[in-house]
């Protein structure tokens, strides 16, 4: 019998059950966008789930990026990852800025803090990081640096929702942090995103930004954009937070037996796990050492594919290795050995809620094969 196909992510979705009455509320109420009931519904229990004072909600997960850029009033240079989403760098583009790769951890894949103040010039502002996979970066090292230099630091939290190290929200980290509620993410609204911020006035400032710059009915006080979430995925959202908590917990399941399958499969690694630290399983990275393995990342990936079998290669190509990027100068490959290799040799595995034990077995036995 032909498998049903997996892929490496499917949506955690609400019961339509329950949607259904939400949507009738949202019919009887006729306010659909603009700071309505569930936004704020939303914006105040999200708050709550993760342990922070301040959040504005966004239309995605990319304009809470570019807006945050906007906020801190950031020019010139931007020291950032090019091991993640392409939206990372598009979003100091969008900017005006010039942004400036370093290398990443070899052990994370996060940002190398040993590398971040060879790359700092009189140009340079801030540092744009991201928890890559959920796992947290070096926190306390990058704020010392951006201490010592005056430097903002704006983290690319996208896939780190729920995310806590030593009992502490990853997001109170950084001057802001940015969210997305894209559906393959642990916790999504369909679209969506967040802008994490850590007074009443940034958050006002934050909110401002996001409807055009109004500050009033007649009054504009910035060029803001329009990056609105509306009441029906608010709703949806605030439906899909009751269910978040048991999906994090089906993802540590699978991310045990992958670990227990191929923990001695050699040439296969996977990512470094931080101590200390409340993960959501957001993706299961694994390594493929061509070498060791007696294959390729990429033959690997194909043989998966012909048993139906999705893996994605997450991050590959490279950021700096984009045709808009790849003329910069921080973006030769010689001067990112890690960043390239890992993203040569990275395949993400199937891992979300609902993937049964048997579907885990049936894809670590073709790669133990
Ligand atoms: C998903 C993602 C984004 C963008 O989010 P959207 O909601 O898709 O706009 C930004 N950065 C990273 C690292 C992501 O994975």
């Known amino acids: 019998m032909e498998k049903q196909p997996i892929t490496v992510t499917s949506p ?3 019961d339509l059950n329950e949607f ?6 949202i019919w009887n109420r006729k306010w659909l966008t603009n700071n309505g009931f569930y936004h ?3 914006e105040k229990t999200l708050c709550k789930y993760l342990d922070i004072e301040y959040l504005s909600l966004f239309t995605n ?3 809470p990026l570019i807006t945050a850029l906007q906020a801190l009033r950031i020019t010139g240079e931007v020291i950032t990852t090019p091991y993640s989403f ?4 598009h979003a ?6 010039k942004p400036v790769f370093v290398d990443v951890d070899p052990e994370t894949g996060n940002m190398n803090p040993d590398k971040i103040e060879a790359a700092i010039t ?3 502002t801030a540092i744009l990081p991201v928890h890559v996979y959920g796992n947290p970066c070096d926190v306390e090292r990058i704020k010392k640096i951006a201490d010592t230099y005056g430097l903002k630091v704006i983290y690319d939290a996208a896939h780190s929702f729920g995310v806590k190290i030593n009992g502490k929200s990853i997001l109170e980290y950084g001057d802001l942090s940015t969210l997305s509620f894209h559906a393959t993410k642990v916790y999504n609204t369909i679209e969506g995103g967040a802008l994490v911020s850590h007074s009443p006035e940034q958050k006002q400032h934050i909110d401002y930004l996001k409807n055009f710059g109004f500050a009033g009915e007649t009054t504009v006080v910035a060029p803001g954009i329009n990056s609105k979430m509306d009441e029906i995925r608010a709703a949806y959202g605030l439906l899909n937070l009751k269910q978040v908590d048991s999906a994090i917990e089906q993802r540590k399941h699978i991310v045990e037996l992958y670990r227990r399958g191929l923990g001695n499969v050699k040439g296969i690694r996977f990512i470094k796990d931080i101590e200390n630290v409340r993960h959501n399983y957001a993706y299961f990275p694994t390594f493929i050492n061509e070498r060791e393995y007696g294959m390729s990342r990429d033959s690997l990936y194909e043989k998966l594919k012909s048993q139906n079998i999705f893996g994605r290669r997450y991050f590959y190509p490279l950021i700096s290795n984009f045709a808009t990027y790849r003329g910069l100068e921080s973006a030769a490959p010689d001067k990112l050995p890690v960043a390239n290799r890992l993203a040569n040799e990275v395949i993400c595995l199937p891992i979300y809620a609902g993937l049964g034990d048997e579907d885990i077995e049936r894809i670590i036995q073709i790669i133990k094969r």
Not at 86 to 89: C, L, M, N, R, Y
Not at 92 to 97: T, V
């Open 92 to 97: 100091i583009w969008w900017n005006g800025i």
């Open 61 to 63: 997960g990319t304009l």
């Open 86 to 89: 392409v939206a990372t760098t």
């Open 40 to 42: 704020k519904e939303l």
């Open 12 to 14: 955690l979705l609400p």
């Open 20 to 25: 259904i009455p939400l949507l009738k509320d």
């Open 122 to 124: 009189p140009r340079t």
